[in-house]
């Protein structure tokens, strides 16, 4: 399974735009990556995902750089609201296949400091 | 998206009873999953359970210890047997819908 790493913690001034960071060196070529957030007493929430391309959506912006070793979740204008667990997954097999896996790691501990 | 209710939203045990968690959610979905989340640490994969078929659960999880029942396509149920303390976490479940994993809010388990 294609691992990541994220810096356990980060800082971001409200209004300011957060960049996490996620190193996925060892991803396969149809493998996707998914982020989620958990903030503090509720379950996970799907932020977005992507193969290779850059996306956007109403919550988020994703950059795949052009290897797809890595990947920064972008939140443009970060809000006390946003301080959160932020987790960077590589999905396993395809949507709905028998070896489909969604595997957690220790994710990034954004604070959102007024 | 999906919307998913689980039971109980928390609740307290007294070692070696057994809790049985409902998950139902809003819409028919093929694949639902079982996580736990132990105090301070991220979510760990119970078992994948499919409607029609036995649930398939992760290493170091066991079926006597976590029986789960699917008996339909918006309904999941997860057991945790004979609690003792280590067994205090959060239990969440989670279905696949259109290529998106949706999480309830968990059950809150403390095991005394």
């Known amino acids: 399974d294609a691992k990541t790493t994220q810096p356990t913690s980060m800082d971001c001034a409200e209004g300011r735009a957060a960049n996490l960071p996620c190193n996925h060196s060892t991803i396969s070529g149809n493998e996707y990556v998914y982020w989620y957030r958990q903030i503090h007493s509720q379950g996970p929430q799907y932020i977005i995902h992507g193969l290779k391309n850059n996306e956007t959506n109403e919550m988020a912006s994703l950059i795949i750089t052009e290897d797809r070793k890595s990947s920064t979740l972008i939140l443009p204008h970060a809000t006390l609201r946003d301080t959160a667990v932020y987790y960077c997954i590589v999905r396993v097999g395809e949507s709905g296949g028998s070896n489909y896996k969604l595997t957690f790691g220790k994710g990034t501990l954004l604070t959102v400091n007024p | 998206s999906a919307v998913i209710s689980q039971k109980p939203s928390r609740d307290i045990c007294q070692r070696g009873t057994s809790l049985t968690i409902q998950c139902q959610v809003d819409s028919q979905v093929t694949m639902m999953f079982w996580y736990r989340q132990q105090p301070g640490q991220s979510l760990t994969l119970i078992a994948t359970?499919?409607?029609?078929?036995?649930?398939?659960?992760e290493s170091g999880f066991v079926i006597d210890k976590f029986p789960i029942s699917r008996p339909n396509l918006t309904f999941s149920t997860l057991t945790v047997s004979n609690m003792s303390p280590e067994d205090s976490s959060i239990y969440l479940c989670?279905?696949?819908?259109?290529?998106?994993?949706?999480f309830g809010a968990g059950t809150r388990l403390s095991v005394l």
């Open positions: 359970a499919n409607q029609g078929s036995e649930a398939t659960y």
């Open positions: 989670s279905v696949l819908a259109k290529n998106i994993q949706y």
